[in-house]
């Protein structure tokens, strides 16, 4: 498997604590069949946190330093979790704003009370300067719990919906686990990453949502969304779906 939204770089936001912590959430992906991980920290959109961005890549140096010296088989990539503002259009225009991997995807985000058409528009100007979007946690978000539907507008213009382990087990509450599964039914969701922040609460292991996702549909969907469509993020290639 591929997760490609992990908070799992050390004390830079709310997710890993310590290097420790780090190592230890990788040893935890790794075991429940993790082999690669996106470093996504959280990122505000406005040129104040482009200054971020060299810290974020010093602690991913030292992270993959130290996962080589402990020998945990995990490979890292680059990216941030981006919180779109006003001044995030901004940045894409001018290219600034930090992808995953080596492809032009970006990771975005929104508060959790966002109107849908302020996140539409948002995105639809963001992707007009380049970028491809992947939406984080569309099923967390209050206008996409009041009607689900509304994703197929992002599907269709190419967007990749990115689910929650959590919302799918239940730990973001019965809204967004029924939503996450009216994504599902629709045969919307594109992926599905850990949103990991830590060893003890919203950890990297992989483990159960992957026997959820086995269990609910095909094999070959499965996979697409752990591991052939976060492959192909990464690198900046086109999406797949389930014939």
Not at 207 to 219: I, N, P, S, Y
Not at 225 to 231: A, G, Q
């Amino acid at each position: 498997m591929i997760d490609l939204h992990c908070h799992i770089l050390p004390d830079i936001d709310d997710g890993a604590a310590s290097l420790g912590v780090s190592l230890e959430m990788a040893r935890m992906a790794q075991v429940s069949g993790v082999k690669e991980i996106a470093a996504t920290p959280h990122f505000r959109g406005d040129s104040e946190s482009l200054g971020m961005l060299a810290d974020i890549q010093q602690r991913f140096d030292r992270l993959q330093a130290m996962l080589a010296r402990d020998q945990i088989p995990i490979r890292l990539h680059r990216g941030a979790e981006v919180l779109c503002l006003p001044q995030t259009v901004e940045l894409a225009a001018d290219h600034q704003l930090p992808t995953l991997g080596t492809g032009n995807y970006v990771l975005t985000e929104f508060y959790f009370d966002e109107s849908f058409d302020y996140m539409d528009e948002m995105l639809t100007q963001i992707a007009g300067y380049g970028y491809r979007i992947v939406v984080a946690h569309p099923e967390r978000y209050e206008a996409i719990q009041r009607d689900s539907r509304r994703l197929r507008r992002w599907a269709r213009q190419g967007f990749a919906l990115q689910l929650n382990k959590g919302s799918i087990l239940g730990s973001f509450g019965p809204r967004a686990e029924r939503v996450a599964n009216e994504i599902m039914a629709m045969g919307l969701a594109h992926l599905i990453a850990s949103d990991g922040h830590g060893c003890q609460h919203r950890t990297p292991h992989m483990g159960a949502v992957k026997e959820w996702a086995e269990a609910m549909c095909q094999e070959s969907y499965a996979k697409i969304l752990l591991e052939r469509n976060p492959r192909r993020i990464l690198e900046g290639r086109p999406l797949v779906s389930d014939d």
